[in-house]
């Protein structure tokens, strides 16, 4: 495992710092789907493909997650 590569402290910082960067990215996602313009003026693909964008962060938080939890056993 990591045991010993790196610190328990280092790895829930490098944790946070990407929850917080996922949800920032989620929040200007929600920003965007918000706006009745760019829900009117956007085509398909493209509100398509950032519905896709938004359910991989979502992913991506739930994985960092669990990493969270098994940082805290180092």
């Known amino acids: ?3 010993g590569l790196v610190t328990k402290d ?3 910082k ?3 710092r990407e929850q917080k960067r996922i949800e920032k ?3 200007a996602i929600d920003k965007k789907m918000s706006s009745k313009n760019f829900l009117e003026r956007a085509p398909k ?3 398509d493909s950032t519905n896709e964008q938004k ?3 979502l992913e991506a938080l739930e ?3 669990e990493a969270k939890t098994l940082a ?3």
């Open 72 to 74: 805290d056993e180092l």
């Open 1 to 3: 495992g990591l045991k």
């Open 63 to 65: 994985r960092l997650a």
């Open 14 to 16: 490098r944790i946070d």
């Open 45 to 47: 693909e493209v509100i």
């Open 10 to 12: 280092e790895e829930l």
């Open 25 to 27: 990215d989620l929040g």
């Open 55 to 57: 359910k991989q962060l």
